[in-house]
């Protein structure tokens, strides 16, 4: 099992080579192939953001064509996810900066509640969300940039540093700093939270 | 003996696992003393619980998502570019081969007996002459 692992990751890491290399000059067929492994952390990524399913798909449409577009200069020097989780973070940040406001509650993407789950505590935890998601937008953006890496692609401290090429102790500060922001910001809805749990 | 403030500087990373096992022994000692830094220790742990609730995007059927995509992906160039370059680059090899040999066989008909040493194509003049008496049969040679 620990022997066949490294070789079989090796393989993948070949093919995904093999796949880029194959869309760096046109081939659309490889593309969709790399677009199929890597739509569903685009759309996470996106979706986490905004909240609402078709500006996501947006978002990570957005995302591949930036990609298609800058394969060519791409020299596998790092790794490819650490490069696509960098142009989706930049594409979300951009979006949640540009939002316009939701007018239609129908227009959010609600996940089932579960059976039984109080429709209070549901509304409430949605309120919570959208303020999250709003305070993150209002970040500065060195600070927003290493959020989204965190929250929406929920990235580690070391993935980040990697992802951002950036020291560790520089990805320390600035999500202490963001989240010293976000407290504030959000200490009245996490306490309102809190009193609706307790009531 | 950790002071209020470095207390207050290290809550967050602490909330999120980042501080190595001295550390987290000193914290865990000043929180124990400290109910304002256990209160914004919750806090913090609070805000970590509320931006990990964000959830990820619901189930998508893939072929719409690609049709979509592959309509706004530019028109594919690269394949006839490098067809071209590939042409120009034989075609330029080609003429290099040519002028080269070009080149050579003019020097050697300028390098004509009577070049002496000190004639740029002397060396030229040598490597002919020699090759010239390999290929002439031995009883002929003296009459070359």
Not at chain 2, 85 to 100: I, N
Request: glycine share 4%; net charge neutral; hydrophobic share 45%.
């Amino acid at each position: 099992m620990g022997t066949a692992e490294p070789a079989q990751s090796s393989e993948i890491d070949a093919e995904e080579r093999r796949l880029i290399d194959r869309s760096a000059v046109g081939d659309q067929e490889a593309f969709r192939q790399l677009v199929l492994r890597y739509h569903r952390l685009v759309l996470n990524v996106a979706f986490r953001a905004v909240g609402e399913l078709s500006a996501a798909e947006d978002i990570a449409q957005e995302v591949f064509v930036k990609v298609y577009r800058a394969l060519p200069g791409y020299r596998h020097d790092k790794p490819f996810t650490h490069w696509l989780h960098r142009v989706a973070a930049n594409a979300v940040t951009d979006a949640v900066r540009k939002k316009k406001p939701i007018l239609s509650l129908d227009a959010l993407e609600r996940v089932p509640p579960a059976a039984g789950s109080d429709p209070q505590d549901v509304a409430a935890r949605h309120d919570l969300q959208r303020a999250v998601r709003d305070a993150i937008a209002a970040l500065p953006p060195h600070y927003r940039d290493t959020v989204a890496l965190q929250v929406f692609a929920e990235l580690s401290y070391d993935e980040i540093a990697r992802t951002l090429d950036i020291p560790l102790g520089t990805v320390m500060s600035r999500l202490n700093a963001a989240k010293r922001i976000l407290r504030e910001q959000l200490r009245g809805a996490l306490g309102d939270e809190d009193e609706a749990n307790t009531a | 003996m950790l002071s209020h403030a470095t207390a207050q500087d290290w809550l967050i990373p602490y909330a999120d696992g980042m501080l190595s096992n001295d550390e987290r022994q000193r914290i865990d000692s000043h929180i124990s003393g400290c109910p304002f830094c256990r209160q914004e220790l919750s806090t913090v742990r609070e805000l970590n619980l509320a931006l990990v609730s964000l959830p990820p995007a619901p189930p998508v059927t893939f072929a719409p998502f690609w049709l979509k995509l592959q309509a706004a992906l530019p028109a594919a160039r690269a394949p006839r570019r490098e067809a071209r370059f590939t042409l120009y680059r034989r075609a330029g090899l080609a003429f290099a081969a040519a002028a080269f040999a070009t080149l050579t066989a003019a020097t050697f008909a300028f390098a004509a007996e009577s070049s002496l040493p000190d004639s740029p194509v002397y060396p030229l003049k040598q490597v002919e002459e020699s090759v010239r008496l390999a290929l002439t049969p031995a009883p002929q040679r003296g009459q070359v």
